[in-house]
DNA sequence: GATGAATGAGCATTCATTCAT
DNA sequence: TATGAATGAATGCTCATTCAT
């Protein structure tokens, strides 16, 4: 009985509840589906989390509070341009959405269609946070001349929303930019190159000022 | 009680389906709330689409069958510049995608969580179809030296991206816009407007040649 | 297909229910228990009440209109005495209670132990309709000075008691008055005879003025 | 935290498992109520009782066992007149019922809905000893004809049903005696009193000779 | 075309109980 | 003694679909 075998069983549901709802979304994944891959009996759903809606707010709270002081970091650094800061944010988003694609994939369907309010404020408070941050830079460059003006709202739109297409469109994304689908490794590291490069070459002329 | 009457029924159904597809998702809905929304009786649906899936699958198709002679006009007129001819058909997209949000959302779920590989294989045509006509603007762009090198697919993934965005966090965009979300008329305009305005200077700017 | 056969499902099932709810109780008794024992599809349950609590409720309903303009007539009919009025209502209910024996059981249960106040409620509406008639007929008799002084509500409470007791103690009964318990037919004869006999003594002697 | 510490638990689980018997059924009552309620771990009603059910066989012998010697002194006194007799019997059932309201009421469940042979032949004995009693009290005073010949099977089913409906009706009759349900002790203060004035009425005029 | 009834499989959840510590 | 974790069976209920009329 190793160390972390302790809480493990929890562990383990909430890793099978997360490839599940990304693949077959929250109403098409049965609790049996989540104990079944899981390999742990199927009322400890109901110990741990008391529900299978209860165990997605657990999965989405887990994941949103994951390197969130990273990003307050980064706003708040004086010593880098304004420019910087919104390729560093655009890289530091690509990095995470594409790591935790099958979490983003759950989160942009359970804003759409779930029917938990709980969870929906969730997803909208994480979201807010997330646009602040990009409003804030986006301020701080025209302030400083250096940033035209463009729709920050807008702007928030393209940067998250080409994000959430490719990783959401995964098998088209894979036979455009000829990826073999099961190979996780390469498809984090080609699709992140490619929109990084893309963010670059995007941001930096949509920005840039005159 | 004219004469639409006689199909009228399936029609019906496939409205219901639309909105509640799109506000739950397809496992979210049950037979039993598209018929009774619909005013119709259950065993219609077997009748009129054979399953669930078939009614799904016929929702998908009508509506991708929708104005596609209107694009391909768009991308083989000659007197249109390349320019005009990526803004034109972002406007178009971005009607298109509002006017029908409740089906470019379910769209959108189906093709991260369906089961269906026949509905998938569908929409993937689709979008390789949109594809292809932003990819030939691109090129014939390039080829007049009036557009600079940018990645092709991630565009495709920011035009598209964008307006998905918008309009699958309908929630937040209301709030950040300060839009009513009850009303669908204002919604439409307000939405429609920025987004256009947005990809007017996010576009000409990322693909201007210097 | 017989005369009867289009709602025959929906009767087995009450029928079930109430054998089922009297022996083992309403939560000892499972929908499966019902269907199985009505040889009706487990769903109808669902069909056809909606819920299993709201299939006891049909059961309470249907049963408590049932021969209640019997009473009705009783209580009013001007030409009979009030001691034979009150000898006639103890026979009605010692009737009654005795041939749906089983009915009786499952509202004694229910008043006590159920979660639904819905069916609370009905349950004291009827107690108290019953307890209004006995009262109206103890007032008659003291008005025509043919009755002496006695607690209304006691004797209501002896009146039911005694018959409830008799039928939920069944078994008991059945040692004591050396009834054989499978024989229902020889059941309901004797009890019924001596409950009559009983009440006729007890409550002449209990009302009759001096 | 002194003395009867040790056990406390057991006592609490049984105290707990009363109250929710009474007001929820043994099957409408689990065991993670009862542990709950009594702030007892789960198991511990493993490790006491054995099982659910042989918690409440505990609990039914224990109640069983109480004052009966109480009970073998009235029968055997000489010096009392077998209507003083009756009365005193009367009166001590009445009291013994509605203190211990809530135990009566799951006998009276139990009784008829109970699974367990055991816990039902437990009852029986106690019905019987009961009945064996007032059987004697009435031959008394038949053979010293202060008693008219009555049928000591309904007089005993009036005697204990009518206590029975009392506090198995509960609800009820605090409306009609206008009692708050939530003050207890008004509520055992008035029913004893109405019962027992009751009972002397009834039993005397019932009973006595000519 | 249209319908009410019916079905069997599946759903999330809770149950009483047991076990290792 | 005492406990948190774990289990398999059962719970009430809803599902998409089919069928006779």
């Known amino acids: 009985m190793a160390l972390a075998e302790k809480t493990d069983k929890r562990v383990q549901l909430l890793i099978a509840a997360e490839q599940l709802f ?20 199927l009322a400890m759903i109901s110990y741990y989390f008391g529900s299978k809606e209860r165990l997605l707010k657990a999965l989405i709270e887990y994941n949103f509070n994951l390197n969130i002081e990273l990003l307050e970091d980064l706003s708040k650094n004086e010593s880098i341009s304004p420019m910087d800061k919104i390729l560093q ?8 959405f594409i790591l935790k694609r099958r979490f983003h994939t759950i989160v942009s369907q359970e804003y759409n269609t779930g029917r938990s309010s709980e969870i929906k404020e969730l997803i909208t408070n994480f979201k807010m946070r997330n646009f602040e941050r990009v409003k804030g ?7 400083k001349k250096v940033f035209r003006k463009v729709d920050p709202e807008m702007t928030m739109a393209t940067l998250i929303g080409t ?3 490719v990783i959401n469109s995964r098998n088209m994304y894979c036979i455009l930019l000829r990826i073999d689908s099961d190979n996780e490794e390469d498809y984090r590291r080609k699709v992140t ?7 670059r070459q995007l941001l930096r002329s949509h920005l840039a000022a005159e």
Chains 1, 2, 3, 4 share one sequence.
Do not use: C, M, P, W
């Open 137 to 143: 830079i986006l301020a701080e460059g025209q302030r």
């Open 89 to 96: 944010l655009a890289d530091f988003y690509v990095d995470k």
């Open 193 to 199: 190159e490619r929109l990084k490069i893309h963010f």
């Open 22 to 41: 990304a693949e077959k979304g929250f109403d098409g994944t049965s609790v049996r589906d989540i104990a079944q891959l899981a390999e742990v009996n």
């Open 163 to 165: 994000i959430n297409q």
